[in-house]
């Protein structure tokens, strides 16, 4: 699936993505759905239905790429284990920080949970006018660190997730960042 | 008393007697060490002067928490053995003879007793805790009315496992570990930093490092707690920097900091899932 985590940052060239991902009022299109975070949870949007579903703390949804996980609020290591045991192939957070260390904090418990759970993890952090993305996925990034992406700019990824007798396996390639 | 026993005691003697702490009740005092086995300790007086050095350090800092590395009872075979009887007595792969595992047992409870603190560490049997001269066989103890709990590395990397002990009461966790012929910086931070950021708790980590049985063990000891209530907002107390070499790290744990950021914490999972 094609993934767009952030706000639209491609003009020349236009991806159509699976599924953007970003906060309620940064302007995003060109996906077949939108999950979008807000001060109250999360908004699902399908350019397929007028139907919205919307919600707060953690919910699984079924998209046509398979089952996603979400959670608002705060981060915390039960919600990567309950997405990995419901078999969700990315959990996505949405979490408002206000200062530097809880950010650091909300990064740090992605990227265990990601790693213990075998899960990969997108967090949208809000902070201050930034928003921070951080991408986690099991064993990718350099030096296998599980590290993905780690900025304030957008990206797309291309991510599959394949699953064996033995487990899950993750194939990430970079769009554009 | 035995030849080995004098020396122990000689050892033993150098170190200042127990004083009475004065520091106020949330904190704790931590001393930690990451020990370079170096073969150079074959020598009885030269064994003795580096186990001094690190006992005195330790010692003026009136730790109430002790952290030897895993194998501590490695240092004791060349320090204190008489080589003529070695082959007497059964070895493990490590050629440590059961004799001295127990002289190093036997001295760290004396440690323990004669600093009026806990002390944690490994040795070919496994990892041991004792404190007030006695071997805690349940791996737990109360410091200062604050649990703390001997954990293998193992195991920390389980968070619910980690959480369960956390309501169980236990806030300092600690791990008697030695290197790895290469050094792995994420795997490292993923066992005793990121967990102790996931469930909150003070990680405390010793470690083994130098040429053991051909092979060169690298590793960083260090103190760990949750990133908001350390100082450089880094989650590290306090960490060595190098690979190798002796150090010992000493660390005031402040637990009333900690109580408050569980609190936080757990106040804002529960208000998400009501």
């Known amino acids: ?177 | 008393m035995n030849p080995f026993s004098v020396r122990f005691w000689k050892l033993l003697r150098g170190l200042p007697p127990s004083r009475k702490r004065s520091e106020p009740n949330n904190v704790v005092r931590a001393a930690v060490l990451q020990l370079e086995y170096d073969p150079s300790l074959r020598n009885g007086r030269i064994f003795a002067d580096f186990f001094l050095s690190i006992l005195s350090k330790i010692s003026s800092f009136m730790p109430h928490v002790v952290v030897f590395p895993a194998l501590t009872d490695l240092f004791f075979v060349n320090g204190i053995w008489s080589l003529p009887f070695f082959k007497r007595f059964p070895k493990n792969g490590l050629g440590i003879p059961d004799p001295v595992t127990q002289q190093c047992e036997w001295f760290m409870a004396e440690v323990s007793r004669k600093m009026n603190c806990v002390v944690a560490f490994g040795t070919v049997h496994g990892l041991k805790l004792c404190g007030q001269g006695r071997f805690i066989a349940e791996k737990r103890v109360l410091v200062k009315d604050r649990g703390l709990a001997l954990v293998p590395k193992r195991w920390l990397t389980n968070s619910e496992f980690l959480s369960s002990l956390v309501e169980d009461g236990i806030r300092i966790v600690v791990t008697p570990t030695s290197g790895s012929n290469v050094y792995n910086e994420w795997d490292d931070k993923y066992h005793f930093w990121s967990h102790a950021q996931m469930v909150g708790y003070y990680s405390l980590k010793a470690t083994l490092v130098g040429k053991v049985a051909r092979n060169r063990l690298k590793d960083k000891a260090c103190v760990c707690g949750p990133i908001p209530i350390t100082q450089n907002h880094d989650g590290y107390i306090v960490r060595n920097e190098s690979l190798e070499g002796s150090a010992v790290l000493l660390a005031e744990l402040d637990m009333e900091k900690l109580e408050n950021f569980l609190t936080e914490q757990r106040n804002k999972f529960n208000s998400l899932i009501q």
């Open chain 1, 1 to 177: 699936m094609r993934l767009l985590v952030g706000r639209q940052i491609v003009l020349s060239e236009f991806f159509h993505v699976d599924l953007a991902v970003s906060w309620v009022e940064q302007p995003i299109a060109g996906a077949n759905f939108y999950l979008l975070g807000s001060e109250r949870g999360y908004i699902l949007l399908s350019n397929f239905s007028e139907e919205t579903s919307y919600g707060s703390g953690f919910h699984l949804l079924e998209l046509p790429q398979g089952l996603f996980a979400v959670a608002t609020g705060f981060m915390n290591w039960r919600y990567a284990k309950k997405a990995a045991d419901l078999g969700a192939n990315v959990l996505f957070v949405f979490q408002d920080v206000s200062k530097p260390e809880e950010l650091l904090l909300a990064k740090t418990i992605c990227w265990g949970s990601s790693r213990e759970f075998n899960v990969p993890i997108v967090l949208l952090a809000k902070h201050g006018d930034a928003t921070h993305l951080f991408f986690c996925v099991p064993g990718q990034g350099r030096e296998h660190s599980g590290i993905l992406f780690d900025a304030t700019s957008s990206c797309v990824v291309e991510l599959d997730v394949s699953r064996t007798d033995s487990g899950k396996t993750f194939s990430v390639k970079s769009l554009a960042s």
